[in-house]
């Protein structure tokens, strides 16, 4: 249930005697048309002797009292679409009055957010409100404007954004010394707001959130002497709904009837939503006449709320009676773009009606559903046409996540739809595995990574594609840089007071704001490339095929959540498509044989343990038909969920042989083969070779010495022409300005997954957290991150790890070499240095780190040194050799051949002479 939000419209401040006029025409007996004509002729007049400000109040009140009114009487479109016309020509005339009080234009930019709201104008309410935001916290409706532009973002799916501004309204309804019992009234509203958004975000994920801000919403309103009962229904509401997705479906039922014992103070719209509410968990608890009786009961209330036909689909299939849940399901989808449509279950939506939703958040959830029917559908009558369809409609519903992703402008926003995408993805390659349809679990695999930092690349090409002026794409880059940099400073300060911490938010705001209107700015002015940043491709099958796959490369890729897992596996002469069993065990061995990669202190006993449980890991990952296509081949593996934790080449193949993948298979990695393909698109011209900086002593920062660090660095330097920074030398500032001027970019260091969703890197001065990454470019072919857990972060379902490799990836680079856990600083310069040997005799990438690997491999074969010594550097990306040929190039011998040639031509000029 929404909570309840408390509206105002502003009148404005026409002058006593012409305001009486205008109101005593709308409360005359006259009839409406009669009314009309004389309000349009006292408009008339007045357009010609009214000041400009008596005349954009007039303007502002005939909007709200006269035609918003008849709207509301009548529901007539062109009323409320008067009623915005009316309100924009009074903005329109008062923008320009340079001596207008700034509440005065404050009041019809309200009015004006409010009426295109409730038009479904949302977008343009959004910023409307932003502009009425942005005259600043001295006017009456601030508060009321953040509080309508935080609804809005809800609307809209903009979750982050909406909280943003909740926090906003909290932090300065906290900042005063007493309210009014009006004012707690709203403060209360809003903690029910933020419950309610957390609940649209996920009840079960965000249970705690959602159950914290309704304690505090009753608090509240214990502090008040009369509440109306609607405030007690609501909180009780929204924790019945936290109750029954939580499963607590019992205790649920009882807080819905507690709401239906006050039930004289519900409208019928809230009245249908508890309804609602009550019948799914009756449902759950096989009350299903109960559930029926209910559900019928909220359609009666509110026909226009779309949600129990959408539960009736769950009461009939809970029956089996499949038919008729999906016409229920369907009735859902359509009922919510328009009514008077016939209804026919097979049938799928347009593009245009996704495009022209308005509740797009409510017809996901409806799609969904149907989808997830159809597939219930198959499993209990065993038909593949019920699958057909489907495949359909998840096709349909990824359509509109992909519109509301879009439509979000908040990247944690953007985020939360990748999440929500990533369940629908599993389900549609369950749907591909059952139909035999790898190709379409190709696409969906595709979907379900990185899609983000595919979007980036796109945003760079779209760039040079629409021909956008240097000046412009720099101006944009700095902006987008500036909200990283403040969003760095936000989090490292979260611990100071309030006021400190409201201030580096607003810092926050303000830069996206500034962002904001400079993008809208640049797609009016550049709408090709507005279009372009909105265009992000999967690399079609046929492509990926040709490109990625020869007789000796081979393609696998993974799918995997808390419950289910997919792989598959693309060769030139066969595809394996394949299911993981038992993926909640999977998952809980993969846990486990982490813990055990990240134990230094080795013996016998425990690297038996690690053999045997590794061995049953890869048996599951890797059937022995898979085993038999990549063995001997150089292998990409597209991993997801907790298998991007996981270096495959240090799982066991056999135990009793005692080898490694590693010696079976060349093996890199890629987030996915889409944002593969596209990095290579991508053109670097830096003027240096190599970057190499090893802090070595870290007093500053308080951490361990790196004893071998600084002499990595330097064995690098002598394969690779660069600089070596060490000790003092290896300052953040001095990283910052260099790294976009380097092909190959080393730090030997400190780091580690950091806090909040924040991974840092260690210098000698200080750290280099992941936004501040974000907020650079860098040109580099290959990144080397030999540090501690630089692919580790805050995994994102479809996204992956949120980790300092992604961040340089963001910032440009076309490779990573990162570690999976804390590295052994001896075994990372031995493996580092042999790594750069191998790259230097014209090895691949992979190939050098695994020929390093192996080399250490069988230096300490039979000792107790484990894997975890060796396997947690892994190659991300691009895998072309450095080298162009095979044999090393010593950066002396440049000069000698130049000299060679110089000679050689000297002679031949002489020679002609003679």
């Known amino acids: 249930m929404r909570a309840i939000f408390l509206c105002f419209l502003f009148l404005g401040s026409l002058s006593q005697a012409q305001t009486q006029v205008l109101l005593d025409i709308i409360d005359s007996d006259f009839t409406v048309e009669n009314k009309q004509r004389k309000l349009d002729s006292l408009l008339k007049v007045d357009e010609k002797t009214l000041s400009p400000i008596d005349l954009a109040d007039l303007y502002h009140n005939i909007a709200s009292q006269w035609y918003y009114q008849k709207w509301l009487d009548d529901g007539n479109q062109s009323d409320i679409s008067n009623t915005i016309s009316y309100t924009q020509q009074a903005a329109k005339i008062k923008r320009k009055i340079d001596t207008l009080h700034i509440d005065s234009f404050g009041q019809t930019l309200y009015n004006l957010g409010f009426f295109q709201s409730m038009n479904d104008e949302f977008f343009q309410a959004i910023e409307t409100n932003l502009e009425l935001v942005d005259l600043g916290s001295t006017g009456d409706f601030y508060l009321d404007a953040n509080q309508q532009l935080s609804m809005l973002y809800l609307t809209v799916g903009d979750f982050y954004k909406a909280l943003n501004r909740f926090k906003e309204l909290q932090f300065l309804y906290k900042k005063k010394d007493e309210m009014s019992q009006e004012e707690l009234l709203r403060f209360a509203d809003l903690n029910l707001l933020i419950a309610e958004t957390y609940a649209e975000m996920g009840y079960i994920e965000h249970s705690d959130e959602i159950k914290t801000n309704l304690i505090r919403a009753d608090s509240i309103l214990n502090e008040i002497k009369e509440v109306p009962q609607i405030y007690r229904s609501s909180i009780d509401h929204v924790e019945g709904n936290r109750l029954a997705e939580v499963g607590n479906h019992l205790e649920a039922t009882g807080r819905f009837r507690k709401v239906l014992s006050r039930a004289e103070f519900l409208d019928s719209e809230n009245l249908g939503k508890i309804y609602n509410g009550l019948a799914l968990s009756e449902i759950q608890l096989k009350m299903y006449d109960s559930a029926l009786i209910d559900l019928n009961k909220a359609i009666s209330l509110d026909p226009d709320y779309t949600l129990p036909y959408e539960s009736l689909g769950d009461l009939y299939l809970a029956q089996n009676k499949f038919k008729e849940g999906l016409i229920s399901y369907q009735k859902a989808i359509v009922y919510a773009i328009d009514k008077t449509r016939e209804v026919n279950y097979e049938n799928l939506i347009s593009l245009e009606d996704l495009d022209l939703a308005t509740e797009k958040i409510k017809l996901l959830n409806h ?17 593949k046409k019920y699958l057909l369809y489907a495949l359909e409609t998840f096709a349909l519903a990824d359509q509109l996540v992909d519109i509301i992703r879009s439509e979000s402008t908040e990247y944690q926003s953007k985020l939360f739809w990748r999440e929500k995408g990533a369940s629908l993805y599993m389900k549609a ?52 840089r500036a909200i990283f940099l403040s969003e760095n400073e936000l989090q490292l300060n979260l611990s100071k007071s309030s006021n400190e911490i409201e201030t580096l938010r607003q810092k926050v705001y303000s830069n996206k704001r500034h962002y904001e209107q400079f993008a809208k700015a640049l797609a009016t002015a550049f709408p090709q490339y507005a279009n372009l940043k909105k265009k992000v491709d999967i690399l079609p099958h046929s492509d990926f095929k040709k490109t990625y796959l020869t007789n000796d490369e081979v393609v696998l890729q993974y799918i995997l959540n808390d419950e289910q897992g997919y792989g598959l596996l693309n060769s030139t002469d066969q595809t394996i498509f394949f299911k993981l069993d038992d993926c909640k065990i ?69 135990v009793d042989k005692g080898n490694y993948l590693i010696e079976e298979v060349e093996t890199r990695y890629a987030y996915s083969m889409s944002y593969l393909d596209i990095k290579t698109k991508v053109s670097h011209r830096p003027e240096n070779e190599l970057l190499g900086i090893a802090p070595v002593q870290f007093t500053a920062l308080g951490l361990p010495r790196l004893a071998f660090s600084g002499a ?44 909040n969703g924040n991974p840092w890197i260690a210098f000698s001065d200080t750290k280099l957290f992941l936004n501040e990454i974000y907020a650079t470019k860098n040109q580099a072919d290959m990144v080397v991150l030999s540090a501690c857990n630089t692919s580790l972060g805050e995994l994102k379902k479809g996204e992956g790890a949120m980790s300092l490799a992604r961040g340089f990836f963001h910032a440009g680079a076309k490779s990573v070499v990162s570690s999976l856990w804390t590295i052994n600083d001896k075994a990372s310069k031995d493996i580092m240095v042999a790594f750069y040997n191998g790259l230097n005799e014209g090895l691949t990438k992979a190939a050098a780190l695994r020929k390093a690997k192996i080399d250490y491999i069988n230096t300490y074969r039979g000792t107790n040194i484990s894997p975890s010594f060796w396997a947690a550097l892994i190659v991300i990306g691009d895998n072309s050799p450095l080298r162009s040929n095979n044999a090393p190039i010593i950066p002396w011998l440049w000069s000698v051949t130049a000299v060679i040639v110089l000679g050689a031509v000297l002679l031949l000029l002489y020679c002609r002479r003679r």
């Open 367 to 383: 799609i969904i559903s149907k989808a997830n029917g159809w597939l219930k559908y198959y499993q209990y009558d065993n038909n």
């Open 712 to 755: 990595e660095v330097v064995e690098v330097e002598k394969i690779y022409h660069g600089i070596s920074l060490l000790n003092g030398n290896a300052t953040k500032s001095t990283l910052l300005s260099a790294v976009n001027n380097y092909k190959i970019v080393h730090l030997s260091t400190h780091a580690d997954v950091g806090e």
């Open 586 to 654: 999977l998952n809980g061995k993969i846990f486990l044989l982490y813990e055990k990669l990240t134990d230094f202190v080795s013996s016998k006993n425990k690297i038996v343990e690690y053999q045997n449980l590794s061995n049953e890991i890869y048996k599951a990952l890797v059937p022995e038909k898979v085993y038999q296509a990549i063995r001997g081949k150089k292998l990409t593996i597209v991993t997801d969920y907790i298998l991007q934790q996981l270096p495959f080449e240090g799982l066991m193949v056999n």
């Open 429 to 480: 390659v369950e749907v591909s595995y059952l139909l035999d349809r790898p190709e379409d679990a190709y696409y969906y695999m595709e979907r379900n990574k990185a899609l983000l930092l595919l979007e980036d690349v796109s945003n760079e090409q779209a760039k040079d594609i629409a021909r956008l002026p240097d000046s412009i794409a720099k101006k944009e880059f700095d902006l987008k």
